[in-house]
């Protein structure tokens, strides 16, 4: 949908991918969303280069997240939660936030 102010699709799905998970690495972006791992690892780098991102080190790994400091960011969530309302179903439900650990045992729902 936005592919023709980003450049690809797979630099907007990575903004869809953050936006809904706040942070993520490259790997785990790229299995997610069913894209190549150098296209990830680009666009990630693409990012961070512009000030869109920052990253941090989490023992080997490198997290990527927005920058709260981003002149744009406001903006640039708005418009992409926007999109988000005109992907396909399958797509949007698959951008809804889900959880990355179990639930606690004994905590009530």
């Known amino acids: 949908m936005l592919e023709a102010l980003f450049g690809t699709r797979s630099r ?3 903004l869809q991918y953050l936006l809904a998970f706040d942070e993520g690495y490259a790997r785990e972006i790229s299995r997610y969303l069913d894209v190549t791992l150098t296209s990830v690892q680009q666009q990630l780098a693409n990012l961070e280069e ?6 941090k080190m989490s023992g080997r790994t490198r997290v990527y997240f927005f920058n709260p400091r981003y002149a744009f960011l ?16 399958e797509l949007r439900e ?10 606690r045992p004994a905590k009530p729902l």
């Open 12 to 14: 907007e799905m990575v």
């Open 74 to 89: 406001p903006e640039l969530t708005g418009l992409l939660e926007k999109a988000r309302t005109y992907y396909r179903p």
């Open 94 to 103: 698959k951008l809804v936030m889900q959880r990355k650990r179990p639930r």
């Open 50 to 55: 512009g000030g869109v991102l920052l990253s």
